[in-house]
Each structure stands twice: as structure tokens, then as C-alpha cells.
């Protein structure tokens, strides 16, 4: 019997130490990470390997987080893919308002296993 393909998961950020740490908290439970440090990659990155789940910066130079959501609503391979913003920055609710695209918003203060566990509870839903 051939075993489950692994679920991957596309991490955005300019800052490759956090991608590291990203990795490093998701690939011992069996999650492939893809990784793009700015957003021109990122959109390359998911119409190419079509992950299950992307993790996506808000603050990037070049084009933010919101820009780069609504481009991969835009494209047929990626626009079912859900995404998940990994931001810094303390939101308003004018901010939540804004990101409405994104299918959930998590504060990098809340830590990796924040994240880990909404990447796990939407690849459960897929």
C-alpha cells in the first residue's frame, strides 16, 4: 500500500530565519514546506507546485500580503487554495475588514504552534 502524498504548505516571508523556524516546527509532523522570501517567487511557487495551504507574510517589500492574496484569488490553479496571514503587525479591525480574502489571520506573537494548528485544522478540511 503506498503511503498518503504529504501535504505541503507554501511559506511567504522576506525573512528566512523565520521560514527556518516555519520549517523546522512542520516538517517533523510531516508537512513538505515550500518557500518563497518575496512575493514575485510566491506567486510562481504556487502556480507551479499548487501546495495545500500558503502562509503568507503581510509586510513584504515590492507587493504586501494583500496584493499577493488577491493575485492567487485571480488565477484558476491557485485560487482555492487556502491562506493563511502570518503577520507581525497588531490588526485593527479596519485591517481584519481589509484581508477578508484571507482564510485566517494568525499573529506571529501567538507563536509557531498557533500556526501549525491552523495549517492542521485546514488540511483537515480539505
Known sequence: MAAAPRKSVLVVD????????VRGALE??????????NPFVAVREATAHTPDVIVLDLNMPGMDGLEVMRHLKRIPETRDI????FTGERLTE???ARG????????????LEALENEIAGMI???
Not at 101 to 110: M, N, P, Q, W
Open 14 to 21: 522576506d525573512c528566512a530565519e523565520l521560514i527556518q523556524s
Open 28 to 37: 517533523p509532523r510531516g508537512f513538505e514546506v515550500l518557500q518563497a522570501t
Open 82 to 85: 487556502p491562506i493563511i496571514a
Open 94 to 96: 479596519m485591517d481584519y
Open 100 to 111: 477578508r480574502g484571507f482564510d485566517r489571520i494568525v499573529l506571529k506573537e501567538s507563536g
Open 124 to 126: 483537515a478540511m480539505c
